[in-house]
Each structure stands twice: as structure tokens, then as C-alpha cells.
């Protein structure tokens, strides 16, 4: 989606309703700023607001979404079109939060090993080094419990018995027993526990 041609296509619309930013933003209930990044092509309108917001400029979703004006012979493919954008952008979205994980566990492991490696070699044996040891651990999980929030944020894992594909919770997918991005789960529709690999596309 262009979202500068979608913001030139809202400004278009409200002025040809005889609308300034401040009298559209007051019926939708928002701020003008909203409304201004909306039309500069920074933001989008939040979902909560987009039917109403269509219903304000005489104009339907694919409309707002396409950033133009659709005849009927023309509605099949623009929809198909929008469709396959929104596809695309969704799997482009998913492949860096993916990228974003694994940098984020690359990371964190390589600085657990420096750190415990540095601890074993300058600080001494005793109480400190022991402590020492403790705060790396904890800081080291801290990055942990994060990247496995972006893991469970995209696609979905895949039943090894019956491939439904299962998005738990956050609390199920850490309590699971795993190897990487594999993961222990009980599928709610075979009703069976399996090791369930992790697929990008829901």
C-alpha cells in the first residue's frame, strides 16, 4: 500500500466534502494531527476508525486502500491487487521481525559467553564471582524473553500429526519444552502433544 497516495486521497476527499482537517478529526473524534500525518503519508487510519471515516468521504474501503477513486468493472481486480499487497507486505513485516529475533538471540549468546568468560578470568573466586555469574545469566534472559515475544508474533506452529496450524500464548509457548524454534504444544484439534515447527506463513 502507498500510504502518500493514500494520504493525497483522503485530503482530496475532505476537501471535496467541504471538510477542513479540524471538522473531520472532531467527527471522528481524534486529533487534527491524526488527520495531518494521515494526509502527509506518515500514519494510516487506525481500523477502529476506517469504516466510519469512508462513511464521512463517501467513499468504501478498497477505495481508501487503493488511494483512488474504483469503478465497478474495475472492483474484482483492484481487490485482488489490495489482496496481494497487503499479503506481501504482511510476509515482508514477518521476515524482519524473524531477522530481528534471531539477531537479538545471536547477540545475547555471544555476550554471555564474553561475559562468562571474562568473569572466570578477572574476577576472583568466591562470593563475587558467583554473583557475577548470576547477573549475566539474568541479563542474558532478559533479551531471551523478548526475541521469544517476536517468535510467537509471527506465523504459526505446525502440528507434526494432523498440520493444523496453532498460535499459543505467550505463557504456553514459554512453559513449552523446545529445540529452537520447535516447540512442544498440544494441538486443539487432534487434541495431541507434538513437537510443532515453527512456519512463517499462518
Known sequence: MDQVKIGKFIAECRKREGLTQMQLAEKLN???????????G???PDSSVMLELCDILKINVNELLSGEKISMENNDVKNEQ??????????QKNKIIWTCMWIIMTVSMIALLVGLFMVAFFVPEGVWQLVAILGICVVF???????????????????KNCGHEIVPTYSQALNA???????????????????CKKVLKK
Open 30 to 40: 481524534i486529533t487534527d494531527r491524526a488527520v495531518s500525518k494521515w494526509e502527509t
Open 42 to 44: 506518515k500514519a494510516m
Open 82 to 91: 489490495l489482496l496481494l499487497d497487503m499479503a506481501k507486505e504482511t510476509e
Open 141 to 159: 534472559l532478559i533479551p531471551c524473553f523478548y526475541a521469544l515475544k517476536l517468535e510467537i508474533s509471527v506465523g504459526a506452529y505446525k502440528c
Open 177 to 195: 519444552m523446545h529445540r529452537g524454534t520447535t516447540r512442544y504444544l498440544k494441538c486443539p484439534k487432534c487434541n495431541k502433544r507434538t513437537w
